[in-house]
């Protein structure tokens, strides 16, 4: 498109704290409509498609793509087939609780044949503290780098060859050059993606 140009972007967002409300309720028809109406504001601008760099609500998406006015990219789609591309067998699975613990990961990587494994039970419990309570709040503390480090590096020991960062805050403080395995940054595979949709639809 030529130096400093890019396809014209609409954003809209409800606030953390109405999304957490259903959330916490484990209520994805709730986080659905937040979306929806995200949506529908944003076709008013002249959006033609839409994205949400947010892993851990694509838990709604079964209910959001049915209804929704615009086509959407899938976050989780595109880290599978980035996967795929590069040739990774395993993969690490890294997020909030939500999506650790989620169906959404295990759908889309059994769909491309690639295996996975999630942190354990207390690394699940305190990703999803430090990803709240410190990134969340722009804080990042040594200890937490480490820990992400050391949960990666048990992970390789398992067989993963690769590692999603499944959650906008974590690519913060992680990434190739301080992690134990190749990194799969969700929310910049999603931009990649839209940026090349956007060009080939000439949106």
Known sequence: MGTHAHPEISM?????????VPTLRDDWRGVAQLMLDSAHKLKATGAEFLICPDNTIHRAFEFVAPESPLPWLHIVEEVASEAKRRGFKRLAVTGTQYTMRGPVYPQKLREVGIDYRVPNAAE??????????????????????????????????????AVVLGCTEIPLIISDENSAL??????????RAALRFALDNEV
């Open 182 to 191: 190749p990194t799969l940054d969700s929310t910049r595979l999603l931009a």
């Open 12 to 20: 809209h967002t409800h606030s953390l704290a109405e999304y957490m």
């Open 124 to 161: 699940i419990d305190e990703i999803n503290r430090i990803i709240f309570d410190e990134l969340v709040n722009g804080i990042f503390e040594p200890e937490g780098v480490r820990y992400f480090q050391q949960v990666i590096e048990r992970m390789k020991n398992d067989g993963c060859d």
